[in-house]
């Protein structure tokens, strides 16, 4: 079992920054890659940022050169550092690892105003 819990979210105005953090616990070494993803009302869930173990990364054109995932593998931590926020960036973003299994966390609240 992997345990993941995020933390960082928070009310922003449009144009600002905020870092959002993913701490892992549990059988973490059976982890391939870790990414971000996030769910607006009435909306599906969707990437935003992904990670494989070797650090490649992968972003959508719609995050891509605004937002940054990084991982700490002594804190068993993930990152994801987003700039220039738009109000269309509100939504639940919620922390996954790959392995044998798919693990979520809960998620954390991200709201853009504008």
């Known amino acids: 079992q992997v345990h993941l819990v995020e933390s960082g979210g928070g009310l922003v105005q449009a144009g600002g920054s905020l870092r959002l953090s993913c701490a892992a616990s549990g059988h973490i070494f059976s982890i391939n890659a870790m990414g971000w993803y996030r769910q607006a009302p009435g909306k599906e869930r969707e990437l935003v940022a992904s990670i494989t173990s070797g650090g490649r990364t992968n972003y959508p054109d719609s995050v891509k050169g605004r937002f940054t995932i990084s991982r700490d593998k002594g804190e068993n931590t993930l990152y994801l550092q987003m700039n220039s926020l738009k109000p269309e960036d509100t939504a639940v973003y919620f922390c996954?690892?790959?392995?044998?299994?798919?693990?979520w966390g809960r998620g954390t609240q991200v709201t853009v105003s504008s």
């Open positions: 996954n690892a790959e392995g044998p299994l798919r693990y």
